[in-house]
C-alpha cells in the first residue's frame, strides 16, 4: 500500500453519482421561481457551492433573488424523501481496503451536512472517521473546501505530507494545494478531463482500484 495515512474524499462526483437528485431538485426550484430554464443543460454542472451554482445560472439575479433560488432549491434537495444516487462502482470495495490497512477515511465536501448525512446512511458509508461539509462548524458561516480540508487534516492529527486529497473537480486538486498536501484527481465524475490533467494534480485515475 502506499506512503499516505490519511485520504481526504470530495463526495459529489467522486463517492456518489449524484447528478440526477441535484439536478432535479435545482429544475425544481427553477419552475417554481418561473425563471427560464432553456440554458439550463448547457451551464449546469455539479461541482460548486450552491451560491456559486446560483450565480452561475442567473448572473443577472440580485443578490436576494439569488439567495431566493438557492434556499428554494435547498428545500427540494435537502427534503427529498427517495434519492436515486448511487456510489460509483469499485468505490465502497477500494474504501474497505483502504480501512483494513488502518487508513483513516474522511469526507471534504461542498454538499451540505443534512444532505450528506442522509447519503451517507443511503450509502452505508460506516468506514469515515469523520465528515466536513460547509456548515459543519457554523451553518449560518459556511466554510470553503480549503478551509473544511483545512480543518479535516487537523482533526486527522496526520502529517500533512502523509494526507492525499481525492476529488473530480478542480476545485478539489486546488484545496488539496492550498493545504500543501498531496492530490488525486479521478476522471469518473463530473470535472473534464483536460481540466483535471491541467490542474497539477499528482495522480490522476480513472477508477477505484488505482487509487494510491
Given at each position: 500500500m502506499?506512503g499516505?495515512?490519511?485520504y481526504?474524499?470530495?463526495?459529489?462526483?467522486?463517492?456518489?453519482?449524484?447528478?440526477v437528485?441535484i439536478?432535479?431538485a435545482?429544475l425544481a426550484?427553477?419552475?417554481?421561481?418561473?425563471?427560464p430554464?432553456?440554458?439550463?443543460d448547457?451551464t449546469?454542472?455539479?461541482g460548486?457551492?450552491?451560491r456559486?451554482?446560483a450565480?452561475?445560472?442567473?448572473?443577472?439575479?440580485s443578490?436576494a433573488?439569488s439567495?431566493?433560488?438557492?434556499n428554494?432549491?435547498k428545500?427540494f434537495?435537502?427534503?427529498a424523501?427517495?434519492?436515486?444516487?448511487?456510489?460509483?462502482?469499485?468505490?465502497i470495495?477500494?474504501?474497505r481496503?483502504?480501512?483494513s490497512?488502518?487508513k483513516k477515511?474522511?469526507i471534504?465536501?461542498?454538499k451540505r451536512i443534512?444532505?450528506l448525512?442522509?447519503?451517507v446512511?443511503l450509502f452505508?458509508?460506516?468506514?469515515f472517521d469523520?465528515?466536513?461539509?460547509?456548515d459543519?462548524v457554523?451553518?449560518?458561516?459556511?466554510?470553503n473546501k480549503?478551509?473544511s480540508?483545512?480543518?479535516?487534516i487537523?482533526?486527522?492529527?496526520?502529517s500533512?505530507s502523509?494526507?492525499?486529497?481525492v476529488g473530480d473537480?478542480?476545485f478539489d486538486?486546488?484545496?488539496?494545494k492550498?493545504n500543501?498536501v498531496a492530490?488525486?484527481a479521478?476522471?469518473?465524475?463530473?470535472?473534464?478531463?483536460n481540466d483535471?490533467?491541467?490542474?497539477?494534480?499528482?495522480?490522476?485515475?480513472s477508477?477505484p482500484?488505482a487509487?494510491?
Open positions: 502506499s499516505f495515512h490519511a481526504f474524499f470530495d463526495f459529489d462526483g467522486t463517492i456518489g453519482d449524484t447528478d437528485d439536478r432535479a435545482w426550484a427553477i419552475r417554481q421561481l418561473r425563471l430554464a432553456e440554458h439550463f448547457s449546469f454542472r455539479v460548486p457551492a450552491i456559486e451554482t450565480m452561475m445560472l442567473y448572473p443577472e439575479l443578490d433573488e439567495k431566493t433560488l438557492q428554494t432549491y428545500h434537495y435537502d427534503d424523501e427517495n434519492y436515486k444516487a448511487r456510489p460509483y462502482p469499485g468505490i470495495e477500494k474504501f481496503l483502504l480501512k490497512t488502518g477515511l474522511y471534504v465536501t461542498n443534512k444532505p448525512q442522509k447519503m446512511d452505508d458509508l460506516t468506514f469523520g465528515i466536513f461539509a460547509p459543519t457554523d451553518p449560518e458561516h459556511h466554510l480549503a478551509e480540508l483545512a480543518l479535516a487537523k482533526v486527522s492529527a496526520v500533512g502523509k494526507c492525499l486529497m473537480t478542480g486538486i486546488a484545496a488539496g492550498a500543501s492530490t488525486c479521478v476522471t469518473w465524475g463530473y470535472g473534464s478531463r483535471l490533467i491541467n490542474s497539477g494534480a499528482d495522480f490522476v485515475i477508477t482500484e487509487l494510491p
